[in-house]
């Protein structure tokens, strides 16, 4: 079965901090990936997609890179409002998979 | 402005059928640039994509939930649906609806509705 893992699972950070999550995936998948971000509470906002492509209207301190296994998901200046919870997610012959997701709290 | 909105029981009863209903406003369900997906979240867990159905009624699910999902689209009122059968309190859930955009490098899900909470008890 194909798989997503995310790393760290957990992370707590300052303001102003540059924060970075990675995703790995079982098997290479060209740049077929996005990111999203989960507030408490909330559903899902589109943060990145095709790797590296910013959603209209997210911030520029969101940025996305890789691919084939692995990706990354960079937050270059960390907020108040960037906490919440980070997953990636890939599609590969029509059968969609979320990673487990990775925490980021504000310190 | 688009906007999807779920709507459905919160509270269904082990063994039977959870059906929920999503409205979608703002565009149009038949269109080549677009799909149409549910993913739910168990309380305090990740995401599960459930599963899409295009424009032209064609469905595809997650494997592990083939048997017990139908999603089906309904043009006339802009609506598209999920049903899973023999529901257990495994399924107990958020459940959202949300908008696939079709891209050459991956198909995201660009909008989402706010979710939709079901408890599975008797």
């Known amino acids: 079965d194909f798989q997503l893992t995310q790393s760290p699972s957990f992370l707590s950070a300052s303001v102003g901090d540059r924060v970075t999550i990675t995703c790995r995936a079982s098997?290479?998948?060209?740049?077929?990936v996005a990111w999203y971000q989960q507030k408490p509470g909330k559903a899902p906002q589109l943060l990145i997609y095709a790797a590296s492509t910013l959603q209209s209207g997210v911030p520029s301190r969101f940025s996305g890179s890789g691919s084939g296994t692995e990706f990354t998901l960079t937050i270059s200046s960390l907020q108040p409002d960037d906490l919440g919870t980070y997953y990636c997610?890939?599609?590969?012959?029509?059968?969609?998979?979320f990673g487990p997701g990775t925490k980021v709290e504000i310190k | 402005q688009l906007q999807l909105q779920e709507s459905g029981p919160g509270l269904v009863k082990p063994s039977q059928t959870l059906s929920l209903t999503c409205t979608v406003s703002g565009v149009s369900l038949i269109s080549a640039n677009y799909y149409w997906g549910w993913i739910r979240q168990p309380p305090g867990r990740g995401l599960e994509w459930i599963g899409n159905v295009y424009y032209t009624g064609s469905a595809y699910y997650k494997p592990s939930l083939k048997s017990r999902v139908t999603i089906s689209l309904d043009s006339s009122k802009n609506q598209f649906s999920l049903k899973v059968n023999s529901v257990t309190a495994a399924d107990t859930a958020m459940y959202y609806c949300?908008?696939?955009?079709?891209?050459?490098?991956?198909?995201?899900?660009?909008?989402w509705g706010r979710g939709t909470p079901v408890t599975v008890s008797s």
């Open positions: 997610q890939q599609v590969k012959s029509d059968l969609f998979t």
């Open positions: 949300a908008r696939i955009l079709r891209h050459p490098d991956g198909d995201p899900f660009d909008h």
């Open positions: 098997q290479a998948i060209s740049t077929l």
